[in-house]
């Protein structure tokens, strides 16, 4: 069964469900003026469709900024499937999921996020070649570009603020240790920053403190005694409640969503915190992944994502008067760039 919901500001959005393989599942394609519309299946148990709904209309919304800013000429577009990835996750689901993306003809093309990994865009992909991330013939996995991408946001961050020494002898709180937050660690060490890392699952905080014996382990990184808190969990972590509890002096992370809304984004410049948006910090995953479906070669692929210092950089000066905010600056860009574009196309 399938139903196209209408809602205003998305170019389309549609449900699946498939009785026999218990497949309950949402795209939305919120932009497609620059290409496309590119973004992940995250795998998670809503409680309720409305839950998943909004997630998916603000998780495309932000893949739309995130390709314009990262300068590719991909659209938005985000799915979720409803359910719980470690119970409800059977190559037959998959199958008819990836059925359900190919009808879209490659106005959606689809890769992994949080719940899916690259093995399931290989079942995904037995059934459409509209899919990017997959380990046999794709690029695999994108933890650690994006985690790359997030480390040389941070460092150009950490330059602004602090001078050429940049991160090296900062307390860095990192907040998940997944695919993404195990390689920040790593990257964060190598600079010379002192980590204090966070997981509710005790296995994954076991994995990366083992592996760097130097760091610090806690049960809650927000509210810490750090100089730069890595959202790299899930999002909303950020909102009037939590935000006058935040030391840190930057939150740069990968994490989808971080801010509940935009007027946190002030109330974060009034607390002296710089927020580095999240689709600015994030890109490195979507760069390499659309590398699949556009021309870049995996040393402009390399090259790209090291470009988020430099555009950090640069969206940190042109907010540097205070009259707008660093995200204020982000978002001025990536309006320019869709508005441009629906001008080329019509
Ligand atoms: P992951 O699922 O591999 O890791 C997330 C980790 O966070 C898990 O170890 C989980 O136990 C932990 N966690 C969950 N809730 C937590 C909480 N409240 N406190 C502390 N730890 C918690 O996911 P991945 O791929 O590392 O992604 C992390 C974030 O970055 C997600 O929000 C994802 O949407 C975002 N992101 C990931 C990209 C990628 O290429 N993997 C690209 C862009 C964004
Ligand atoms: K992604």
Known sequence: EIID???????????????????????????????????????????????????????????????????LPLGGGKAVIIGDPHTDKSPELLRAYGQFVHAFGGDY?????????????????????????????????????????????????????WGSQGLAGRRVGVEGAGKVGSQLVRLLVDAGADVVLADRDPMALQRVSGTHPG??????????????????????TLNPKT??????????????????????EEQLQSAGILWVPDYVANAGGVIQVSSEVTDLGTEEVTDRIAKIGPAVTGMLEAAGDGSQTPAQAARELVLRRLSEAKGHNS
């Open 109 to 161: 093309i689809t890769a992994g996020d949080v719940g899916t990994t690259a093995a399931d865009m290989d079942v995904i992909g037995s059934q459409t070649p509209w899919v990017v991330g997959r380990n046999a013939g794709g690029s695999g996995d994108s933890g650690y570009s994006t985690a790359f991408g997030v480390f040389v946001a941070m460092q150009a961050a950490a330059v602004y603020v």
């Open 243 to 264: 935000i006058p509890a935040v030391r840190a002096r930057i939150v740069c992370g990968a994490a989808n969503n971080q801010l509940l809304d935009t007027d946190c």
């Open 215 to 236: 760091t610090d382990v806690t049960d809650r990184v927000l509210d810490q005694d750090i100089d730069v808190y890595a959202p790299c969990a899930m999002g909303g």
């Open 5 to 71: 919901e209408h809602t205003s500001g998305h170019e389309r959005v549609r449900m699946v469900r498939d009785k026999e393989t218990g497949l309950k599942a949402i795209v939305a394609i919120h932009n497609s003026s620059l290409g496309p519309a590119l973004g992940g299946t995250r795998f998670f148990p809503y409680q309720r469709e409305a839950e998943a709904l909004t997630d998916v209309l603000r998780l495309s919304e932000g893949m739309t900024l995130k390709a314009a800013a990262a300068g």
